[in-house]
């Protein structure tokens, strides 16, 4: 089974509910060691997403991706809009012209996306930010590919691992970002980037059940 371009846009869909029903959740996360803004941020860039859902319909994959890259690129400010921003506009191409996805065609879109996150913001593990919920959420997947695992088994164990990452921040401190200026004070709370990263999963896994 493969993930098609309509699961694709229920994930985004899900996205957006996911994003407004938790948006103050995240944005007490970053009350805590930043501005509190993210779940605003987030909530902001998602619904301009959701505004734009019925132009995608029938487009392939990497259309579909890019274009929800740069709405949320010029849709949200701070840190996330542009490192989000990336993950779909960078993880578009390798979908470019696909109206289905396998895992392995999966994998490669989450594998660019955070790669250009990562060029982008410069993290390196245990810098407490959500590249620390997206690594783990990559090795999930390239392990469940090479296990041969469903989408749906893969998506699963990737949720997991990006829960794991989120929590695994909370001791962390931070060296990336506007918790980094709080030093040792950014211990002990959970970053809300990775926070969002676990939606972003939750939206997949229940984009696949619809
Ligand atoms: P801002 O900090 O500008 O207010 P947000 O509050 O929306 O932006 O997003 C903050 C999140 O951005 C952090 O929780 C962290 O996960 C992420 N972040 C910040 N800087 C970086 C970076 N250099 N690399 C990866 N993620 C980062
Ligand atoms: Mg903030
Ligand atoms: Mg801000």
Redesign the pocket.
């Known amino acids: 089974m493969a993930l098609t371009n309509t699961q694709v846009i229920l994930w985004l869909q899900q996205c957006a509910q996911l994003f407004e029903k938790n948006s103050d959740y995240l944005t007490d996360l970053?009350r805590e060691i930043?501005?509190a803004?993210?779940g605003l941020?987030?909530n902001r860039g998602f619904k301009k997403v959701l505004e734009k859902l019925p132009e995608f319909e029938n487009k392939d994959i990497g259309f579909i991706l890019k274009n929800t890259g740069m709405t949320l690129l010029s849709n949200?400010?701070?840190?996330?809009?542009p490192?989000f921003g990336t993950f779909f506009i960078r993880g578009a191409k390798p979908a470019a012209g696909l109206e289905s996805l396998d895992l392995n065609q999966l994998y490669d879109v989450f594998k660019d996306g955070v790669d250009g996150?990562v060029s982008r913001?410069?993290?390196q593990p245990s810098?407490k930010?959500?590249?620390d919920a997206w690594w783990p959420v990559l090795d999930a997947l390239k392990q469940a590919n090479d296990d041969k695992l469903s989408i749906k088994e893969a998506v699963t164990k990737a949720l997991d691992a990006a829960k794991k990452g989120a929590e695994d921040t909370i001791p962390m401190q931070a060296k990336?970002?506007?918790?980094s200026y709080l030093g040792e004070r950014s211990m002990g709370h959970k970053?809300?980037?990775?926070a969002s990263v676990v939606f972003i999963l939750q939206a997949l896994t229940e984009s696949l059940d619809k």
């Open positions: 970053d930043g501005d803004d993210h941020n987030m949200i400010g701070g840190a996330s809009g490192l996150i913001g410069k993290a810098d930010t959500m590249c990336k970002g506007r918790a970053d809300p980037g990775s």
